[in-house]
């Protein structure tokens, strides 16, 4: 059973460039979260999506990050005009419906903004 | 401001011991919490978790106690490996407010020496 994945693995991008980063989660999960860390920082929580569904965005920047997990393929973190402090790892967790608190973590897009 | 302190950025242990991982918390809401384990360049791993209807659960080598009045939960590594050697986060949930969105420390780095 494939874990979660996500790519590109590393992303260098130019200021004002946009990034997309995509998540297929694990076989048989119907939710998607979003997370950022910062260097020496914690995860910080940013979107949670279930198919076609964004269920709660309370940390999405309100400008230039969007999300969507369409009803096929995989969920997208879009950042439109990428800035410095845009770079981070940015991870994507699964998990299935009936236990929406046991997420399963991808290996992350490093974000690199020159 | 944060809601899960993790204070000790960093522990050695001798393989064979005992590590002892700490972590509190602020929020009341908070009513489950897992413990991550993550290597460099890789996602977190899920660990162990517990609910704040119980005081402490076992895994193997890995046990996590909870105390709700001190707001306070430990991870405990009985014997502790080389490969244990990572960063660990703590993490909590609302899940009685309907909230899904984990809250993570900033992580202690447990090295563990042959």
């Known amino acids: 059973n494939a874990g979660v994945m996500q790519n590109p693995r590393h992303l260098v991008r130019r200021r004002g460039q946009e990034a997309r980063l995509r998540c297929s989660p694990m076989k048989g999960h119907s939710h998607v979260y979003w997370y950022r860390q910062l260097p020496e920082e914690g995860l910080k929580f940013m979107v949670y999506l279930q198919k076609e569904n964004i269920i709660d965005e309370s940390g999405m920047p309100k400008e230039r990050f969007s999300a969507e997990f369409p009803k096929e393929g995989p969920s997208i973190l879009r950042i439109q005009q990428v800035v410095r402090g845009d770079s981070a790892a940015y991870f994507c967790?699964?998990?299935?419906?009936?236990?929406?608190?046991?997420?399963?973590f991808g290996p992350g897009t490093r974000l690199t903004v020159t | 401001d944060q809601q899960v302190k993790q204070n000790s950025p960093s522990l050695s242990v001798q393989e064979g011991r005992i590590s002892i991982l700490n972590c509190d918390y602020t929020n009341s809401m908070f009513d489950y919490f897992l413990w991550y384990k993550k290597y460099p360049a890789e996602g977190p791993t899920f660990l162990i978790s517990?609910?704040?209807?119980?005081d402490k659960n076992e895994d193997g080598r890995f046990t996590v106690f909870l105390n709700k009045s001190a707001k306070h939960l430990s991870l405990h590594i009985v014997p502790s490996q080389p490969g244990d050697s990572a960063v660990y986060f703590c993490?909590?949930?609302?899940?009685?407010?309907?909230?899904?969105?984990?809250?993570f420390g900033k992580g202690t780095k447990l090295s563990v020496i042959p």
């Open positions: 517990i609910s704040s209807i119980k």
């Open positions: 993490a909590a949930s609302a899940l009685g407010a309907g909230s899904y969105q984990l809250t």
């Open positions: 967790a699964s998990s299935p419906a009936d236990r929406p608190y046991e997420q399963y």
